[in-house]
């Protein structure tokens, strides 16, 4: 290896140009030996690429988790090989060109896409398009809310995404552009690698949509210029950065540059380019070394750039020991809750115990919440245009405003992916825990971010409220059936449904002790009782399911709810013992995630011998799994209708009597 110290006399004849060349040969070369993956995306933006990190980004591969980095998202995910061109460029330790010779392999951190936690310095996972973008709306929104509270001493930095056309046709970029816009998140620089090319050809195939107007009419700072005139890009980044609105700047470039033959056509967006385009294209980018091979000139000349974001970056570390927020700082990034917390919600348990309250588990949700809320300032709420349905503001929390963030509470407007997503940006900058509402039903609109919480093993909080037909006449539109499945299916995900105030208390505890993964508060639009019988210190949702009534004879049935239907099943309950003298247990179980990891005698011990019936105002799908070949499910078969939640439940025979007559059935 060639020290650092003699690269650098060598490296000042460089020009950018060759160390955006060492990008395009990279990725060409990569791509090539995986014999599969994207060159056209990053030679097309290396130019651009190149501009931003050489002169901008302050970053720093030796602290990659720097909190006052400035961040940065490959939004056009599909264009990994730019990435990781960069950061073997600049000198990642986990990223030495062995990886790029790994590209797409089995257990390489050079995944087909950039994957948040598979090699240092990748801020986001992207891939699906349009998540990258809207993710940085929610980074940028972190930035201004630490530096409202922590000073820009501490908290000074910008969001740069590179999006591509995908990006921007997605449905999703509408939502969260309008948010950006909106709120004036000034740190967020988007740079589009407007090429006019998408997997089917030409952009023109499917759309006529004025993108600068379009950023325009959000409220955005819109540039347009040419993506491989550098001094151009640079000083509209600059530009850019100076502007009090967030930027776009639309970067008109070739698709795969520098490639003789197939510049500029769709053909270089998704495969390799072949030995003979190879060839030529090394000729006409005048790149005269071997695959993989980057001279020592320009690799000086890159790893130059990585010493300007060391140096602020210790900089900043001064500022932050003799600040007087250190101390609250570092907690904040820090992401532990104090226990005050969950010492309030432990005496809220207590008191609701004894008083038995019956709300809606929404309305618990938001009492709880206020317990919450008041025992830390790192929460960060919002809905999706359904505060005061979903419950969640509480006293005290302060609206974030355009140009004030100060505040905690977030109105995400009508844009349930654009919050998820938005949150998803939140959690991943740190020094704030998110959680945000909307109705159940629409987790099918947030779907594409909440699955990215879950791979990514964000803590972030899904408060879904109006979770079955109890919500009654606004009918089977918003009545969601499969949704819970759908939840349950996806990996790393707690989906809890909790059946009164106190599982409520102990169900947003879990969420919020889960740092490495997300959750989802399924809950009830009606009111619903206090079933816990008993005071206890142990949090019993904690392990997904608990024996909530054990019947005094020999267990003849077990009876398995969640939430609302936890209160039908102790009803049936009742009903058999009155009624046929047969002697039926009722087991609540707000978490399947949390009870599957349980060892097999606990479950053993929950479940008992006999046969069980579950009952849930849902799809049946999933629930198999529970009571085994002989149980029995009580529950929804189709949609919903319109009519008072009362009426639904007799309509849809999800009753006491209707799972007496279920277990009568199975034992008799
Ligand atoms: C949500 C989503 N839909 C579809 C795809 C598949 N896909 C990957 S790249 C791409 C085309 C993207 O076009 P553009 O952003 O212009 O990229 P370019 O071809 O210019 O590199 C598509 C459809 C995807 N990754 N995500
Ligand atoms: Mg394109």
Redesign the pocket.
């Known amino acids: 290896m060639t020290s650092l110290a003699a690269l650098k006399s060598v490296a000042a004849s460089v020009s950018e140009r060759d160390m955006a060349n060492a990008i395009r040969a990279l990725a060409m070369d990569s791509v090539q030996r995986a014999n599969s993956g994207?060159p056209?995306?990053p030679m097309?933006m290396a130019d651009v690429a190149t501009v931003l990190f050489s002169r901008f980004i302050n970053i720093d591969p030796t602290a990659p988790d720097w909190p006052d980095r400035d961040r940065f998202v490959l939004s056009?995910?599909?264009?990994s090989m730019l990435q990781y061109a960069l950061h073997y460029l600049l000198g990642y330790e986990d990223m030495p060109i062995e990886e790029l010779q790994r590209f797409r392999q089995l257990g390489s951190r050079t995944a087909g896409?950039p994957e948040h936690g598979h090699a240092l310095g990748i801020e986001t996972t992207t891939?699906?398009?349009?998540?990258g973008i809207s993710t940085a709306v929610g980074m940028a929104l972190a930035e201004r809310m630490l530096a409202a509270r922590h000073g820009a001493d501490l908290v000074d930095h910008y969001t740069y995404a590179i999006?591509?056309?995908?990006?921007?046709?997605?449905g999703i970029s509408h939502e969260a552009i309008d948010l950006a816009g909106h709120l004036k998140l000034s740190r967020l620089i988007v740079l589009w690698?407007d090429?006019?090319?998408?997997?089917?050809g030409p952009?023109s195939l499917s759309t006529s949509m004025d993108q600068p107007a379009r950023f325009k009419a959000a409220g955005w700072h819109v540039q347009l210029v040419d993506g491989h005139d550098m001094e151009a890009v640079a000083a509209a980044i600059e530009a850019a950065r100076q502007s009090d609105r967030p930027s776009l700047i639309a970067c008109r470039t070739v698709?795969g540059k520098g490639a003789p033959n197939l510049g500029g056509s769709?053909k270089t967006?998704?495969a390799p380019l072949g030995d003979a385009e190879i060839v030529a294209t090394r000729e006409n980018i005048g790149w005269a070394y071997a695959p993989f091979e980057v001279p020592d000139d320009i690799l000086s000349a890159w790893r130059e750039v990585a010493e300007r974001g060391q140096a602020a970056r210790r900089a900043w570390e001064q500022r932050l020991a003799a600040s007087p927020r250190r101390k609250a700082f570092e907690r904040a990034i820090g992401g532990k809750l104090p226990d005050a917390v969950f010492e309030a919600l432990a005496a809220f348990r207590e008191e609701h115990v004894e008083k038995a309250t019956k709300v809606a588990t929404r309305k618990a949700s938001e009492m709880a919440l206020a317990a919450i809320n008041g025992a830390t300032e790192l929460t960060v709420g919002g809905s999706a245009d359904l505060t005061h349905s979903n419950l969640t503001i509480t006293k005290g929390m302060d609206r974030i405003v355009p140009g004030d963030y100060a505040g905690r509470y977030v109105h995400y407007g009508i844009r349930e992916h654009g919050m998820a997503a938005a949150m998803n940006g939140i959690a991943l900058h740190g020094g704030l825990v998110p959680y945000g509402g909307t109705f159940l039903c629409f987790a099918d609109y947030a779907r594409?971010a909440m699955r990215l919480s879950a791979l990514m093993s964000q803590r972030v909080v899904y408060v879904m409220t109006h979770d079955s037909i109890g919500l009654g006449e606004d009918g089977p539109t918003h009545q969601p059936i499969e949704h819970l499945a759908m939840l349950r299916a996806t990996p790393n995900l707690n989906v809890f449904r909790p059946a009164d105030i106190i599982e409520t208390a102990e169900c947003w505890e879990l969420a919020l002790k889960s740092e490495t993964r997300p959750s989802v508060l399924v809950l009830s639009r009606q009111n619903l009782p206090m079933l816990r019988q008993a005071r206890s210190d142990e949090n019993r949702s904690s392990r997904g399911a608990y024996v909530l009534r054990e019947p005094s004879a020999h267990r003849a049935v077990t009876l398995i709810a969640t939430g609302s239907e936890v209160e039908i099943a102790v009803a049936a309950a009742e009903r058999l013992e009155r009624e046929h003298g047969i002697a039926a247990a009722v087991v609540s179980m707000p978490c399947w995630e949390l009870f599957e990891e349980q060892d097999a005698d606990y479950r053993k011990s929950v479940f008992g011998s006999a046969p069980r019936v579950a009952v849930e105002a849902a799809a049946r799908l999933g629930w198999d799994r529970w009571i085994g070949e002989t149980g029995a499910f009580v529950g929804m078969t189709g949609f919903g209708a319109s009519a008072p939640a009362p009426d639904l439940y007799k309509h849809f025979d999800i009753t006491p009597e209707a799972v007496a007559a279920a277990a009568m059935k199975l034992i008799i």
């Open positions: 994207h056209g995306m097309g056009a995910g599909h264009g896409h891939g699906p398009l349009g998540q999006a591509g056309d995908g990006c921007l046709q997605e690698d090429n006019a090319i998408s997997i089917d952009t698709i769709e967006h998704g594409g």
